[in-house]
């Protein structure tokens, strides 16, 4: 039974009226009046604080002090998964009754309204704000901030590189605003900012206990084409690629993986710039030390090649172990040649131990050693007198440089290719690549090189020659070549003789021309300096003189006497020393 005990009736009630139905003493305008006036007045699309009075997966109950509550879809407040019942939030009015009597709110409206100055504000006092990661884009993630779509670029979501961006999606995190572009309303959040407050104390206390020298362990944040980062609880510190290994690496991913926990040593760190310098090969003995004792000059050793440059290739022969074979010690031969002619990168070579200096850890090799030096019986298998196939190498304006075998040079000089052709260039002759049997005449071990020749294949035709061209005999000739001094006259026994141009003349007067086939008499013949001195206008001037006999030698001596002179005019001074003595016997014989 109900205790009424407590319950006072209301003084000025009137029971009389109540029970007889009449009019109540206050009028129902006076009710909705008063009822009114405990609501609060809210007008439409207006923004206002409500209290959360409900919350579900669907749907959030906003009470505003309204005749009726409103329903906020749960989605508006994916951006705050902490919201519960008794929340104050911002509310957007649409609408103050649809259809079915329903308040319409909208929190995303009010946050927008709102928005622009709380963006601005949480960027001007640096103030950390919670936002909800929607979905990826390209370079990093949108983020809904203060019903805002902000952008977080990859880089800024952690301290760490970030390899799947996708489990971030749907996530509600907090953000530092870190830029803001009013024309374009353009939003740049950070989390990684928020992060490296956090560890930046912890760097000044790790930097703080640093010391050369000291081993910690890390773990591979990031690999590089030049080295390693190492995440040392905080701080980073980088291992450079040469710092890896003792041996050479190409690529650093050879040595460690990412997420890789490893134990490094520090080298070097500079507080101010907050570099610090890691080594992992530091850990392990350098393999120089640990080389065979009993390695030495004159041995023999198997390795790899690992890298090629034009002057050598550096070859190992352990792990860290690097001996370099010079480019002049891959071959006898002393023609100029890159290295990469003979080996490349990868290659198994064998090779010979030239120097060896352990205290500089420097090794130098070569492989030509692996061979007999040519040179060693150069007179047993090269001896004077002895024919060959040579190789043309290359030209010079005094003669041709050739090659026997690998490492055995030779030169052929401009003088020693003909007996009889006048060469002024060796590639008038021959080609650079082209064989060209030649004659060993002389041997100089010293500066290892031989002298050859190549007309020494053949007699020397002047000695037949000397036994043709007497001088007074007459020979058909054709004038092949005319210069101011005379013409060179091609001899149809072989060979070729000089006329100058006072003995060019023929009967009739007129000068010969070149083409032309005509009889030529020897007025000196010099087998020393291959010289055959002619005259056409001889042929028929002597025929004339000869019934006049003492006149004819008188004119003979004159006119043997100018031709020397004229020959004398083209000749060399080897040539003039020759009719010099040429003309003395004449004039002791008249």
């Known amino acids: 039974m109900a205790d009424f005990k407590n319950v006072q ?71 705050n998964p902490d919201l519960k019942v008794g929340d104050v939030v911002e509310v957007y009015v649409e609408n103050q ?43 990093g993630m949108i983020v809904d901030v203060f019903g805002i779509e902000a952008f977080l670029p990859g880089s800024q979501i952690d301290v760490h590189p970030i390899r799947d961006y996708d489990v971030f999606v749907g996530k509600t995190m907090e953000f530092k605003v870190v830029k803001i572009n009013q024309e374009f309303r353009n939003v740049v959040v950070s989390h990684k900012a928020l992060i490296e407050q956090e560890l930046e104390q912890q760097r000044k206390e790790i930097i703080g206990k640093l010391e050369k020298g000291q081993i910690l362990e890390g773990t591979v944040k990031n690999i590089t084409t030049y080295g390693v980062f190492v995440d040392l609880g905080g701080v980073d510190g980088l291992i450079h690629i040469t710092d890896l290994s ?37 850990l392990t003995p350098h393999p120089w030390d640990a080389l065979d004792e009993n390695l030495k000059v004159g041995d023999h050793v198997k390795g790899k090649v690992v890298v090629m440059a034009d002057y050598g290739a550096f070859v190992e022969i352990a792990p860290g172990v690097e001996g370099l074979i010079h480019v002049s ?11 990469q002619d003979f080996m490349k990168v990868g290659d198994e070579v064998e090779a010979v131990i030239l120097t060896l200096d352990r205290a500089e850890r420097k090794m130098s090799l070569g492989i030509k050693q692996l061979k007999e030096d040519p040179w060693e019986a150069i007179e047993t298998k090269y001896p004077v007198g002895s024919k060959h196939t040579a190789k043309v190498r290359n030209f010079t304006n005094f003669g041709i440089f050739v090659e026997l075998e690998e490492g055995v040079d030779g030169l052929i000089h401009i003088s020693d290719l003909s007996w009889t052709k006048k060469v002024k260039h060796p590639s008038e002759f021959t080609q650079v690549g082209a064989d060209i049997d030649v004659v060993v005449l002389e041997i100089d071990k010293d500066n290892r090189r031989l002298s050859l020749g190549h007309k020494q294949l053949e007699e020397n035709p002047w000695d037949t020659y000397e036994t043709i061209y007497t001088p007074g005999s007459v020979h058909t000739g054709k004038i092949t070549e005319m210069m101011d001094k005379g013409a060179v006259i091609t001899l149809n026994e072989g060979g070729e003789g000089f006329a100058t141009p006072k003995h060019l003349v023929k009967e009739d007067g007129s000068q010969a021309q070149l083409g032309e086939e005509l009889e030529f008499k020897v007025i000196e013949f010099v087998k020393e300096t291959k010289r055959i001195i002619l005259s056409h206008s001889r042929t028929f001037e002597d025929a004339k003189e000869e019934p006049k006999k003492a006149p004819r030698k008188k004119a003979a001596k004159k006119d043997e006497t100018a031709a020397i002179n004229n020959v004398a005019a083209s000749t060399t001074l080897g040539d003039l020393d020759a009719l010099a003595a040429l003309k003395a016997k004449m004039e002791k014989g008249e």
């Open 9 to 79: 009736p209301l003084a000025d009630f009137n029971w009389d009226e109540f029970e007889n139905g009449s009019k109540a003493a206050v009028s129902a305008e006076e009710l909705q009046k008063a009822y009114d006036e405990t609501l609060n007045k809210v007008s439409e699309h207006q923004v206002v604080d409500g209290t959360v009075i409900s919350v579900d997966k669907k749907e959030v109950i906003v009470n505003i002090g309204y005749k009726s509550d409103g329903i906020i879809p749960a989605s508006e407040f994916r951006y």
């Open 97 to 139: 009754e649809d259809k079915k009597g329903q308040l319409l709110l909208s929190h995303k409206k009010a946050r927008l309204s709102k928005s622009w100055e709380r963006v601005n504000a949480a960027l001007e006092n640096e103030e950390v704000i919670q936002g909800y990661i929607k979905c990826r884009t390209k370079g």
């Open 246 to 282: 003792w041996g050479r690496v190409s690529d650093p991913h050879e040595v460690v993986s990412l997420d890789q926990k490893i134990n490094v040593v520090i080298l070097d760190f500079d507080e101010e710039k907050k570099r610090i310098a890691l080594g992992l090969k530091q």
């Open 329 to 339: 010690e891959m071959s006898w031969s002393q023609h100029l040649r890159s290295a």
